[in-house]
């Protein structure tokens, strides 16, 4: 068990042979649990339409100069036939807190899927809901929810969202979507605006106790429009050992290699799977409202999907990965 004065040493620590040793050790726990396997999840971002604030967020609901969109259940349905035809078998829907998706539009959203997609993960990440709306959710159809805590120090999250967002509520809602039978997903930016390594700390302390099936963590990158756009990005380093001590302390996890970490950083995303993570998630967006998902800025977005999956698979492949969606190349002439 790493005590807290270790986990704040390698949160810290510059030192080559210790980050090399540190992002190992990672990666022979991932392979212990998961062999060679990478997990290959669809991201579908069907909302830009936010009611919330935070300071970090390109689309905060206070960026008036972002053009807004919102996918139909068509758009939707067509984004997952897109995936699956590329052999993907987890369609992630993310997006903002967006009000017009009430619970009953999109439980019938989440029902078409269902129907349609009988064997494929339906995954979540809209934010917080009460727990009836959660409730409705999970009986229609839903397996997994993403709800990254952002922050688990408390004056770290104040700092980074407005008054009327509160750190217990986001916790409140982990813990209830676990309760209803969710696969939960947990996590946080790297590098954020006026994080300490005691707020690391505090995010990896939470994270054990959670015990989430999955966490989400990538640096933070600037946003034009918002209160942090003139703030410096995370770092890639220190986000590659915030994955690796997550292995060691959630040996069992899902914990993708982000793509911000990969628009921070060439090779970043293949840095990460070095350093013990599993997932990766490549876009079905479609192309004519990808930039519009602006949460931070030159996120990658260029590649259609097929593009991605392809060469996501050629990449892993050639490191020695082996992908768990059926090989797109036998589904594209
Ligand atoms: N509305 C949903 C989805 C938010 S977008 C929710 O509240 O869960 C998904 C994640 O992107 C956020 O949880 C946040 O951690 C991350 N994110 C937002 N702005 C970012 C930025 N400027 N840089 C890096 N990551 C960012």
Partial sequence: MLSDKELLHFISTENREETEGLFKSAQKVREEHFG??????GLIEFTNYCKNDCYYCGIR???????????SREQILECCRNGKRLGLRTFVLQGGEDSWFTDE???KIVRAVRAEFPDHAITLSIGERSRKSYEALFKAGVN????RHESADDKHYRAMHPPEMKLPARKECLFALKEIGFETGAGFMTGSPFQTPQSLLA????LAELEPRMVGIGP???AANTPFENHPPGDAGLTLRILALTRLL???VLLPATTALGTLTKDGREQALAAGANVLMPNLTPQNVRKLYSIYDNKISNNDAAESVRY????????GYIPDCLDPADFIA
């Fill in 203 to 206: 995010d990896l302390r939470f």
């Fill in 105 to 107: 539009r999109l439980c």
């Fill in 144 to 147: 997994r929810y993403l709800l």
């Fill in 220 to 222: 933070f990158i600037p």
């Fill in 312 to 319: 996501l698979v050629k990449k892993i492949k050639e490191l």
């Fill in 36 to 41: 060679k396997t990478v997990y290959f999840r």
């Fill in 250 to 252: 959630l040996p069992r």
């Fill in 61 to 71: 609901r206070s960026n008036t100069r972002l053009k807004r969109y919102r996918l």
